[in-house]
C-alpha cells in the first residue's frame, strides 16, 4: 500500500511539474538603452510574443490575453512561427490576435513555419484584415508623442534555403531600405545576430530558439534549431557593435512536445534613452 502511495505522489508530482512548465506563462521584462532612443519614446513599452506554435493558454487563449494586457503594451510584435506547420490551426493564433489588435498596433514577422506550411497568403490576409502590420522586408514608422521611429521586419531564410542565412539577412535588410532612424527589427532567427550587427540595426526581436527547449539549471539551454546543442543564444539581451538583441524563449513547442525548466514567456521591452 506504500508503494502504490509513493507511486502515485510521484506520479502526479511528475504531472504537475510538467503542466507548469509548459502552461504557467512568465512576463520576462528588460530595459532597453540608446542615445538613439527619441525622446518621445522614453518609456515605450513593446510587448513580444514569439513561437505560440498553436498552443491555448485557457480559454480562448484567456490566460495569454490577460497576461499581454497587464503589461499594458504601446505596441505588439509578433515575431514568427504563429502556427505550428505539422499541426496548423490558424484560428487559434486569429483567437489571441483579435484581442491584441483591441490593446494597441500589432507587428508581424513569417518564421520559419509559416514559410514551411505554404500557406503565406492565407496567414498573411487574415492577419492584415485584423489590422495587423505584417511586415515582409519592408519597414514602416511607428509614431508617439510627435516623434518616430522605425519599425522593419525581414522575412525568415527559409524563404530562400539555397542562399546562406546571411547573405539573405543583407539581403533582405537591403530590400527594407532602412533610414538613419532609430529601428528596431522584428527577425525571426537569432544564430544571425552576427548579420543583424554588421547591419548596425538598433534593436533586433527574434524568437525561434525556444529558450534551448530544455534547460539544465546553471547551464542553460540544451539544443536550439540553427545553433545545435548547448546554444549560445537562447534567451534575454545580447550585444554586439551597436546592435542589441532581444531573444525571446517563446510559448510553444513544435518536434518535441515538453519545455523542462523552462516556462513559455512573454517579453515586455521598456525603451530608455541613454
Not at 53 to 60: D, M, P
Amino acid at each position: 500500500m506504500k508503494k502504490l502511495i509513493v507511486l502515485l505522489a510521484f506520479v502526479l508530482f511528475a504531472w504537475g511539474f510538467v503542466w507548469v512548465n509548459n502552461n504557467w506563462i512568465q512576463t520576462t521584462e528588460y530595459k532597453v538603452a540608446s542615445e538613439r532612443v527619441p525622446k518621445g519614446f522614453e518609456g515605450a513599452k513593446i510587448v513580444q510574443i514569439s513561437d505560440l506554435h498553436n498552443a491555448t493558454f485557457g480559454k480562448n487563449q484567456s490566460f495569454l490575453i490577460k497576461k499581454v494586457e497587464a503589461a499594458n503594451p504601446d505596441v505588439i510584435f509578433l515575431t514568427g512561427d504563429l502556427i505550428d506547420s505539422n499541426r496548423y490551426d490558424l484560428q487559434t493564433s486569429l483567437t489571441l490576435v483579435d484581442a491584441l489588435v483591441k490593446m494597441s498596433e500589432v507587428y508581424f514577422v513569417l518564421g520559419n513555419h509559416e514559410v514551411a506550411i505554404n500557406e503565406i497568403d492565407e496567414i498573411t490576409e487574415a492577419l492584415e484584415a485584423r489590422g495587423v502590420k505584417v511586415l515582409m522586408n519592408e519597414a514602416t514608422e511607428w509614431e508617439r508623442n510627435g516623434e518616430t521611429i522605425q519599425v522593419a521586419g525581414i522575412n525568415d531564410p527559409l524563404m530562400n534555403p539555397e542562399m546562406h542565412e546571411d547573405e539573405l539577412v543583407h539581403e533582405a535588410l537591403a530590400e527594407t531600405k532602412l533610414t538613419d532612424s532609430f529601428t528596431l527589427l522584428l527577425a525571426h532567427r537569432p544564430e544571425v545576430f552576427n548579420a543583424y550587427a554588421e547591419e548596425n540595426v538598433d534593436v533586433v526581436f527574434s524568437g525561434h530558439a525556444h529558450g534551448g527547449q530544455m534547460r539544465i539549471p546553471g547551464i542553460g539551454g540544451l539544443w536550439a534549431p540553427g545553433q545545435g546543442w548547448f546554444p549560445e543564444l537562447t534567451k534575454g539581451v545580447f550585444e554586439k557593435n551597436n546592435t542589441q538583441l532581444v531573444l525571446s524563449r517563446g510559448l510553444g513547442n513544435s518536434e518535441f512536445p515538453l519545455r523542462i525548466f523552462n516556462l513559455p514567456e512573454i517579453v515586455v521591452v521598456t525603451l530608455e534613452k541613454e
